[in-house]
């Protein structure tokens, strides 16, 4: 059984950066496509970032483009996720999701082709 773990999360001011973590274990994180989704509070999960097995491929919200970078280590089963310039409007819980992906190169960016998903981490930006 899949197991994720989110790490990171905390209160910034506008402008400010942050470093979200997700820790994998239970099953070979290196067969797993994953990536992040947040949830404002009356708002429905969005996508945020995703990323293909290798890493090789990533894929971007328009509204953390350029901002946001997600990465992967798979020697240590970790995905993150830097986020910089960090906006009010991001502030969110943050949750990392994996789906078992049989073609190295592929992401996937919608809600319901993840399988398995971490508890979440909040994200407060003041402004």
């Known amino acids: 059984q899949v197991q994720l773990v989110e790490s990171g999360g905390g209160m910034v001011q506008t402008g400010g950066s942050l470093r979200l973590s997700c820790a994998m274990s239970g099953r070979t994180f290196s067969n797993y496509a994953m990536a992040w989704f947040r949830q404002a509070p009356g708002k429905e999960r969005d996508f945020v970032a995703a990323i293909s097995r290798t890493g090789g491929n990533t894929y971007y919200a328009d509204s953390v483009k350029g901002r946001f970078t997600i990465s992967r280590d798979n020697a240590k089963n970790t995905l993150y996720l830097q986020m910089n310039s960090l906006k009010p409007e991001d502030t969110a819980v943050y949750y990392c999701?994996?789906?078992?992906?049989?073609?190295?190169?592929?992401?996937?960016?919608?809600?319901?082709?993840?399988?398995?998903w971490g508890q979440g981490t909040h994200v407060t930006v003041s402004s």
């Open positions: 999701a994996a789906r078992e992906a049989y073609t190295p190169s592929y992401y996937y960016i919608a809600h319901s082709q993840y399988t398995d």
